[in-house]
């Protein structure tokens, strides 16, 4: 379409129209997407139910696990349904409605790993003043700040996004509607949405990964003052799950979004691990690396 236009639907490709593997690749998100809710699902029901678990750090926890059976249901049932069926059409609203909860749930997800962050600081750094910083009061005003913020910031990202003009094709060599996609298929671009994606870069994914770094370099240089051994292998214990799944997030989503698109196979393997493995794996690492969260899982079981 050479004029500028407004798209009424898309035309999904995903993993190159490969029909052979299609019954393997349907069983394998579908594998993914079961696997995924019911772990998630098993650490909120086990947090909620198991009193030991309220704190700060299992609250948080709570809420990516959230997020990750949302993230995971706005992308993988809908790819199934097309295996399934056939039917690749996807209408601009199905797009731009799965667009504005990815959005929202991507913004989370970063926030999170920050707030997560900077809970780790606070336990091993000053950890006197834990209490005090990170109150209930002050763990469920952050929450509450966090949904609050991020459903406000992606709705005007996503206005930005709706009134640009497409002119391109209208296929979408994907297997959801993201950002990066879309953006392919539009010839003009509004000036609002350079504004919010450069605000929404710098303060959404550049301040939080630069704390995030930061609290790192703050928690490392304590716990390699501590002298001894017993202290910093607890410490360490504390912090590696979290690093484990915030650098699988973030290499993939780095790799995704950053670097230029040499291969529209590689662009979709990238985004399976960050939108469909990562979310899956999340909960399995918190709970092999946390005795608390596996003592508590053991406990529910007894009883």
Not at 76 to 97: D, E, F, R, W
Not at 159 to 168: A, D, E, G, K, V
Not at 208 to 229: G, N
Request: aromatic share 16%; net charge positive; charged share 10%.
């Amino acid at each position: 379409m050479k004029n500028e236009t407004s798209l009424k639907y898309f035309y999904m490709l995903p993993f190159s129209g490969e029909t052979r593997s299609k019954p393997f690749i349907t069983a394998f998100f579908f594998l993914i997407y079961v696997v995924g809710v019911l772990i998630n699902s098993s650490i909120i029901t086990v947090i909620c139910l198991e009193v030991q678990l309220h704190k700060p750090m299992y609250l948080f926890i709570c809420n990516l696990s959230i997020v990750d059976i949302l993230f995971t249901s706005v992308t993988i049932p809908k790819l199934l349904h097309m295996l399934l069926s056939g039917n690749h059409i996807v209408s601009s609203a199905q797009c731009y409605t799965q667009l504005l909860f990815l959005i929202i749930l991507l913004i989370a997800e970063e926030t999170l790993f920050f707030v997560m962050a900077y809970d780790r600081y606070v336990a091993i750094c000053i950890p006197l003043h834990y209490q005090q910083i990170l109150s209930r009061r002050n763990c469920i005003w952050i929450t509450f700040g966090i949904w609050a913020a991020t459903f406000f910031n992606s709705v005007v990202f996503f206005l930005s996004i709706f009134y640009m003009s497409s002119c391109h094709s209208n296929v979408i060599h994907q297997f959801f509607c993201d950002v990066k996609s879309l953006t392919r298929t539009t010839c003009t671009a509004t000036q609002m949405f350079f504004v919010v994606a450069g605000i929404d870069l710098f303060t959404l994914a550049f301040i939080p990964s630069f704390c995030t770094f930061v609290s790192y370099v703050k928690i490392f240089s304590v716990v390699f003052k501590m002298k001894s051994r017993e202290s910093r292998r607890k410490a360490f214990s504390t912090c590696s799950s979290h690093l484990t799944v915030i650098t699988m997030y973030y290499g993939s989503s780095v790799i995704v979004y950053f670097l230029p698109a040499y291969s529209e196979v590689l662009d979709s393997v990238f985004n399976i691990i960050y939108t469909t493995i990562t979310p899956m794996i999340n909960p399995i690492i918190y709970s092999l690396q946390n005795s608390n969260v596996q003592s508590a899982f053991m406990g529910l079981g007894q009883r």
